[in-house]
């Protein structure tokens, strides 16, 4: 079992629809859970992280965590075609000393048409 | 644009050759990490250096070798190339070496091995 799982989609919504984009995983180790959005041939930006379970929210984004069911979300109201992009999940566990290390989902191919 | 810069921007080599692909960390970052992205494996760590020493490890091969100068940029050395290390370099800077340090990634290395 890979340590952390993504739909890989791809997923097409219509413009001003919301979005959920989901992640599981298996390590109880992680502790830090952050979303990157990559566009085509671009590095991955960072969209949002959270430490502990529970919402937090950035414009229209949204970012969900459930320890318990090991279950992170990214939701995105209001969409627009500027959102289509690949969204990674990623998460740290903590490395040697003081180090952390982020593992990746394999990301979700997201497209909003106009 | 996040401020890492990396060099070159595409490499096409052939099998059993070595390659040098270079970052530059943005102002003022002292954490370096590469990372490996490919279609079926998805974005992968490779090692984090800090300051001029290594911090921490991933699924780096043994024919993979990285380093960070005093000046901060770093070089990550790939000899004896498999067609299988085709794949996109990313290069990532962050200020710390701990916590949620958010991570600036660079525009990447298309590496093509023929």
């Known amino acids: 079992q890979k340590e952390v799982e993504q739909d890989p989609g791809p997923l097409s919504v219509p413009e001003g629809a919301i979005v959920s984009l989901n992640c599981t995983y298996s390590n109880s180790a992680f502790q830090y859970f952050m979303w990157y959005r990559q566009y085509s041939r671009k590095g991955p930006e960072l969209l949002m992280y959270?430490?502990?379970?529970g919402n937090k929210e950035d414009g229209r984004f949204t970012a969900q965590v459930d320890k318990s069911s090991k279950y992170i979300s990214l939701f995105i109201r209001d969409s627009q075609p500027s959102d289509s992009a690949t969204y990674l999940c990623?998460?740290?566990?903590?490395?040697?000393?003081?180090?952390?290390?982020?593992?990746f989902g394999k990301g979700t191919l997201l497209t909003v048409n106009p | 644009d996040s401020g890492v810069t990396q060099t070159p921007k595409h490499l096409i080599t052939a099998t059993g050759q070595r390659v040098t692909l270079r970052c530059s960390p943005r102002?003022?970052?002292?954490?370096v990490y590469w990372y490996q992205q490919s279609l079926d494996q998805g974005l992968q760590f490779l090692i984090q250096?800090?300051?001029?020493?290594?911090?921490a490890k991933g699924n780096i091969l043994e024919r993979f070798s990285a380093q960070q100068f005093p000046d901060l940029h770093s070089e990550l050395n790939l000899s004896s190339l498999e067609l299988g290390d085709s794949a996109l370099y990313f290069c990532a800077s962050s200020v710390h070496s701990g916590g949620a340090s958010e991570q600036f990634f660079g525009p990447g290395t298309r590496l093509t091995v023929l």
């Open positions: 102002s003022g970052d002292l954490s």
């Open positions: 959270t430490y502990s379970s």
């Open positions: 990623a998460m740290s566990v903590r490395g040697g000393g003081s180090n952390y290390k982020l593992t």
């Open positions: 250096y800090y300051n001029g020493e290594e911090r």
